[in-house]
T-cell receptor, first 113, second 115 residues
């Protein structure tokens, strides 16, 4: 079942912070975050594993709350280059990695000067 | 290392025709997954191949099929095309046996338009 991302869209000024949430109705083993710029392929940002630590990619960090079946992506001091659509991909908990990702519909992030 | 490559990049077909898309994974990667991306549904998983065998399958009709060759290259075929098949088809590769942190890398996609 497809995870739900919120918000669907967010507009920031350079330097502002944002949080993108990803929620699932299923128990999760991992959450993968990607960013896709218009006309380009999705680019991997980070993986969060069940029982794992909060992850970071440059000034972007993410957390994974297994009990709430939810992950959050934190963008700090946003830069123009952060603009794009952010997708979370979830892997259901079947006792290990099953290599099957289900993606949310994405959050469109626009960073203006 | 070269990234994931997909051919062709753009394709225009008419209803009822069939189409074959190709994907070459990153060297050494044995797993190839296919996704359909549309504005309304987002990224939807089609299937995954590992060592020439389909390991996972999404909820798409039988008109969508795929295969993987011994060199890990993969093809996806759509028969009897419908207007709703117009989409960006993305291929992604990963090691396939690296366990928990096996990272998936996407290709640039093939933009299919069905008229």
């Amino acid at each position: 079942q497809q995870p739900v991302q919120s918000p669907q869209a967010v507009i920031l000024r350079e330097g502002e912070d944002a949080v993108i949430n990803c929620s699932s109705s299923k128990a999760l083993y991992s959450v993968h975050w990607y960013r896709q710029k218009h006309g380009e392929a999705p680019v991997f940002l980070m993986i969060l594993l069940k029982g794992g630590e909060q992850m970071r990619h440059e000034k972007i960090s993410a957390s994974f709350n297994e009990k709430k079946q939810q992950s959050s992506l934190y963008l700090t001091a946003s830069q123009l280059s952060y603009s794009g659509t952010y997708f979370c991909g979830t892997e259901e908990d079947s006792g290990g990695s099953n290599y099957k990702l289900t993606f949310g519909k994405g959050t469109l992030l626009t960073v203006n000067p | 290392k070269a990234g994931v490559t997909q051919t062709p990049r753009y394709l225009i077909k008419t209803r009822g025709q069939q189409v074959t898309l190709s994907c070459s994974p990153i060297s050494g990667h044995r797993s190839v997954s296919w996704y359909q991306q549309t504005p309304g549904q987002g990224l939807q998983f089609l299937f995954e191949y590992f060592s020439e065998t389909q390991r996972n399958k999404g909820n798409f009709p039988g008109r969508f099929s795929g295969r993987q060759f011994s060199n890990s290259r993969s093809e996806m075929n759509v028969s009897t095309l419908e207007l709703g098949d117009s989409a960006l088809y993305l291929c992604a590769s990963r090691d396939g046996l690296a366990g928990d942190t096996d990272t998936q890398y996407f290709g640039p996609g093939t933009r299919l338009t069905v008229l």
